[in-house]
């Protein structure tokens, strides 16, 4: 029966996959063109309380740590004074971003700067305990609340009533997801993969852009690769994933918002470390036992 079971998550991966990639591969110039519009997301907590395995931030081998809202906020005036204030789309998230002691104040924040879409994305575990504070300022500065499908148990009814209470934006994403929904994207340590064919074929490239002290990525593995590095050194991996200033760029030494759009829309170097044509879908959901197989 097992067997069966493990023969049926095959093909299904097999059918998603082919035809996944397949369109991937015909609209990728269309994906590649430099962007109009900012949109990007951020982490404010690089540590997580579910700690899936897997994570692709690897928030669940990550240390506790919390963007500075300094940082956070010079970061997005400059991007503003860059792009404008009207925004694609920005997201807050982590890691676990509701366990940043002053996410109130990084809300406010955002809004000072942007006039389009804004959205903590959580996990939602959190939500029941957030206080008046906090909902009063998603409320004002109007940033809309996602939370992300995990198969784990959400007092729903509870948290649809807290934003209904505050008149804060809920969006859930699913709250039926199955223990097999999970996926993995299997990194190559050798870095022998190529960028052509891994740009052509990625979902995220120049779509999920990554902010982080003052650089922007195409997507955020570069620029939370530390987390994986710092981790699986201290358990004696030697095998590093390489991080160069070539894999994002500085905000602040941009001349202007075309050049950022211009180099977001290339594959970097550090594209090399993806097997995206072994994208692992509809595998089973876990808890991290940050083991480095769940990566690799
Ligand atoms: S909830 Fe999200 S950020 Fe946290 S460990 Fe899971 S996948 Fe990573
Ligand atoms: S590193 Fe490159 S290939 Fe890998 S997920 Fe990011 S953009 Fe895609």
Redesign the pocket.
């Known amino acids: 029966m097992k067997q069966k079971k493990g023969w049926i998550v095959k093909l299904r991966q097999f059918l998603y996959t082919s035809g996944a990639f397949s369109y991937l591969w015909i609209t990728a110039n269309q994906r590649l063109k430099p962007r109009k519009q900012l949109r990007f997301e951020t982490d404010v907590a690089d540590h997580c309380n579910l700690n899936c395995k897997s994570c692709h931030h690897f928030s669940s081998v990550a240390d506790q740590n919390f963007v500075k809202t300094e940082v956070f906020e010079k970061d997005f005036e400059r991007l503003s004074q860059l792009a404008g204030r009207n925004n694609e789309n920005i997201d807050i998230m982590g890691g676990e971003p509701l366990l940043h002691p002053e996410i109130s104040k990084l809300a406010e924040i955002a809004r000072k700067y942007f006039d389009g879409p804004i959205n903590i994305v959580t996990n939602g575990i959190l939500l029941e305990k957030m206080n008046d504070v906090f909902w009063e300022s998603c409320r004002k500065n109007n940033i809309r609340i996602i939370v992300s499908s995990y198969p784990i148990k959400l007092n729903v009814k509870q948290i649809k009533e807290l934003a209904k209470k505050h008149k804060v934006t809920l969006k859930i994403r699913s709250i039926f997801m199955s223990k097999n929904s999970w996926c993995k994207?299997p990194l190559d340590l050798s870095g022998k993969q190529s960028l052509k064919e891994?740009?052509k074929l990625?979902i995220?490239?120049n779509k999920c852009i990554f902010l982080k002290n003052g650089r922007l990525s195409?997507?955020c593995?570069?620029l939370v690769a530390d987390r994986f590095n710092n981790y699986f050194e201290t358990k004696g991996f030697c095998k590093n994933l390489e991080v160069t200033d070539d894999d994002s760029i500085d905000i602040y030494k941009a001349k202007n918002i075309d050049e950022i759009y211009e180099f977001l829309s290339k594959?970097?170097p550090?594209?090399r470390?993806?097997r995206?044509k072994s994208w692992e879908i509809g595998i089973e959901w876990g808890v991290s036992k940050k083991e480095i197989t769940e990566w690799i």
């Open positions: 994207l891994n740009s990625c995220t490239i195409t997507c593995l570069p594959p970097m550090f594209c470390y993806c995206i």
